[in-house]
T-cell receptor
């Protein structure tokens, strides 16, 4: 079945530093990947949609320069939180959409980011 | 625009009893509908989806859902709940006509608590 690996699962960083989160599709090619943010006891908020080889499409209100997304290959997308602040602390989840015909969205296991 | 409503923040049920988690949706065209389950500090696990065909969809772990177009609902059900079913459940929708980069819109989630 489709598997998406997200790394790291937990990260603690100092305020002002940058953190990179990786999302890999292990057994399929993901033309499209999605990045979500989830606050405690809340739903998933879509941050951006990334397509391989092109610029990400950000949702309204999401800072492009703060949340850098790169989708360099069909199996890897990265989210970099730049100059992190405590308010960026959250649970970040990626999702990969398989090629047409499967309608499936596979989610990574999430990354708990804590900025101190 | 597409949206999903999960009217119940929490559903409590005794083990062995049937459970229902409610979901209603709104899309401009025909919907693709999904149910996911999330355990603490984990990503989302796929339960089932409705794309087309039979309105009753059977999924993982004994769960099923019924697509009702007239009521725009897609309630999740299980005939006999288990304590291990306790988790956070998300309903999601995608508009069929929104292309290959289409995104899912999630409901706010319903916490299912199954007790002995």
């Amino acid at each position: 079945g489709a598997v998406v690996s997200q790394h790291p699962s937990r990260v603690i960083c100092k305020s002002g530093t940058s953190v990179k989160i990786e999302c890999r599709s292990l057994d399929f090619q993901a033309t499209t990947m999605f990045w979500y943010r989830q606050f405690p006891k809340q739903s998933l908020m879509l941050m951006a949609t990334s397509n391989e080889g092109s610029k990400a499409t950000y949702e309204q209100g999401v800072e492009k320069d703060k949340f850098l997304i790169n989708h360099a290959s069909l199996t890897l997308s990265t989210l970099t939180v730049t100059s992190a602040h405590p308010e960026d602390s959250s649970f970040y989840i990626c999702s990969a959409r398989r090629d047409r015909g499967t309608y499936g969205y596979t989610f990574g296991s999430g990354t708990r980011l804590t900025v101190v | 625009a597409q949206s999903v409503a999960q009217p119940e923040d929490q559903v409590n049920v005794a083990e062995g009893n049937p459970l229902t988690v409610k979901c209603t949706y709104s899309v401009s065209g025909n919907p693709y509908l999904f149910w996911y389950v999330q355990y603490p500090n984990r990503g989302l696990q796929f339960l089932l989806k409705y794309i087309t065909g039979d309105n009753l969809v059977k999924g993982s772990y004994g769960f099923e859902a019924e697509f009702n177009k007239s009521q725009t609902s897609f309630h999740l059900k299980k005939p006999s709940a288990l304590v291990s079913d306790s988790a956070l459940y998300f309903c999601a929708v995608r508009d069929v006509g929104t292309g290959t980069a289409s995104k899912l819109t999630f409901g706010t989630g319903t916490r299912l608590q199954v007790t002995l």
